[in-house]
């Protein structure tokens, strides 16, 4: 499985961006599709995950209610839409896929994209 991961960038506080993660490689129809982050020394986080069969949603408490996953299947793409964003929310994001069914774990995912970087000024 590849994962191409687009739409970082530079916003103000308050500002919106999407990220695309783009898969092929394998069909993915039973996978969770999750989008982490990891800022300058910090460990990496689970942001929200979604799965594709079903479209089942997972969000970090510090996202819950300004950041939306979704999918298009046609497409192969994970969405990430972003709003009311912070300064705290700069960070490297990945996209990564998994098999399994916990995934809130980043070690539990199989697969990952390069990060985009996601630049919030206050």
């Known amino acids: 499985v590849q994962l191409q991961a687009s739409g970082g960038g530079l916003v103000q506080a308050g500002g919106s961006l999407r990220l695309s993660c783009a898969a092929s490689?394998?069909?993915?129809?039973?996978?969770?599709m999750g989008w982490f982050r990891q800022a300058p020394g910090k460990e990496r986080e689970f942001v929200a995950a979604?799965?594709?069969?079903?479209?089942?949603?997972y969000y970090a408490d510090s996202v819950k209610g300004r950041f939306t996953i979704s999918r298009d299947n046609a497409k192969s793409t994970v969405y990430l839409q972003m709003d009311s964003l912070k300064p705290e929310d700069t960070a490297v994001y990945y996209c990564?896929?998994?098999?399994?069914?916990?995934?809130?774990?980043?070690?539990?995912?199989?697969?990952w994209g390069q990060g985009t970087q996601v630049t919030v000024s206050s």
């Open positions: 490689g394998r069909t993915l129809s039973s996978y969770f």
């Open positions: 990564a896929a998994e098999s399994g069914s916990y995934v809130y774990t980043a070690t539990n995912y199989d697969f």
């Open positions: 979604i799965k594709w069969s079903g479209g089942s949603t």
